[in-house]
């Protein structure tokens, strides 16, 4: 068998700022299963600003984990940083597909400071919305890439696997799809006008998404998220940096009452990161005239630190929760306890091979 012979598998690949993670996951009578994952660091040099500096490192880390853990798909499904996209909600009025397609690039010219011809556009119709004249329009979000950004990581794929992309999405709207079965439990998820953010913190960045009625409504990346914890105590405990993300993993957390230097250092960036998410919310609000957030789902490997989602509902006001990026999904993997343990780390990936499981 080759390795893309299975023609009801998918592979969603999340190269990140600090590793490479990797999903599979097959579609069957029974539902979708996840029946495959990887993960591998790389190097600070591999990763600057959210583009790939260093493609060979990067290429090695995917075919090694591809002989390591023997990954087979009909389709490769990756995503680009969304702190490297535009991303601008707009109106246009209802019409056929051809003159939308035309009306979008000329719309999303204004958004773009360079080029229209070095960049991808895409969109989506969001909803339709009823104007104040009584005229009917369609919600957009408008996406918009330099070619030369997407194309670094394709290149990388296809150099480590052989493969062309099937799709490259963005990173925010990958973790919004893994989540979708997390934030859409009730009707008022559906219908009533909830009001769910989604806030994604990995490595770099922070990415939050609010979403009313499981429609995205606003979005926006944060430069603040687990590294900067790192640094911070890599300059405080005059650590290494690998040392210091050990410590922050073993020893780190929040609002724990222990006054320790470690928990200090964290509570620092983390009252940073906490203001500005306030920040955001009271722009969304402002600008939707939506009178609160209901909940919020975290995601990411941030996720993971001890407290957070406590400090978070303390400091914002708003009830929260990890999301379960697995929910409807089975798990049928021989490690998976070692899958539970990281399974924050994979929402991206898990969102980009739904997105391939659902076109087969």
């Known amino acids: 068998m080759g390795i893309f012979d299975s023609g009801n598998m998918a592979l969603g690949i999340d190269i990140g700022t600090s590793a490479v993670k990797i999903v599979q996951l097959k579609k069957s009578p029974n539902g979708i299963e996840l029946i495959n994952y990887g993960y591998r660091p790389l190097p600070p040099e591999a990763m600057a600003d959210g583009s790939v500096s260093d493609p060979s490192t990067v290429a090695e880390a995917i075919k090694?984990?591809?002989?390591?853990?023997?990954?087979?798909?009909?389709?490769?499904?990756?995503?680009?940083?969304?702190?490297?996209?535009?991303?601008?909600?707009?109106?246009?009025?209802?019409?056929?597909?051809?003159?939308?397609?035309?009306?979008?690039?000329?719309?999303?010219?204004?958004?773009?400071?360079?080029?229209?011809?070095?960049?991808?556009?895409?969109?989506?119709?969001?909803?339709?919305?009823?104007?104040?004249?009584g005229e009917g329009k369609y919600k957009i979000l408008l996406v918009v890439a330099q070619k030369e950004l997407v194309t670094s990581y394709t290149e990388v794929i296809k150099q480590s696997l052989g493969k062309k992309c099937e799709v490259v999405d963005v990173d925010t709207i990958a973790a919004i799809n893994a989540l979708e079965n997390s934030y859409m439990q009730t009707a008022d998820s559906q219908e009533g006008g909830e009001v769910v953010a989604i806030i994604d913190s990995g490595a770099r960045t922070t990415n939050i998404s609010v979403l009313k009625s499981g429609i995205l409504e606003f979005t926006r990346n944060i430069p603040i998220a687990g590294n900067n914890i790192t640094e911070s105590l890599k300059d405080t405990l005059k650590q290494e940096f690998d040392q210091a993300e050990s410590t922050k993993i073993s020893e780190g957390s929040i609002g724990d009452g222990s006054g320790s230097e470690i928990s200090e250092v964290i509570q620092g960036t983390v009252d940073e990161l906490a203001s500005e998410i306030r920040r955001?919310?009271?722009?969304?609000?402002?600008?939707?005239?939506?009178?609160?957030?209901?909940?919020?789902?975290l995601s990411g490997g941030t996720a993971k630190l001890r407290g957070f989602d406590t400090y978070l509902m303390n400091e914002l006001g708003v009830d929260v929760s990890v999301g379960n990026p697995l929910e409807g999904i089975q798990v049928n993997v021989a490690d998976s306890d070692d899958f539970y343990e990281n399974l924050q780390q994979f929402t991206v990936a898990i969102g980009l091979a739904l997105r391939g499981v659902a076109e087969l």
């Open 64 to 133: 090694e984990l591809k002989k390591e853990r023997n990954f087979k798909s009909s389709g490769v499904f990756a995503s680009i940083s969304g702190q490297n996209v535009i991303m601008r909600f707009t109106k246009l009025p209802i019409m056929d597909a051809a003159e939308l397609e035309s009306s979008v690039k000329y719309e999303a010219e204004q958004y773009v400071p360079y080029s229209i011809d070095e960049v991808g556009i895409t969109h989506a119709v969001l909803k339709t919305v009823e104007e104040e004249e």
């Open 280 to 297: 955001s919310f009271d722009y969304f609000k402002a600008q939707s005239r939506e009178p609160m957030i209901h909940k919020i789902i």
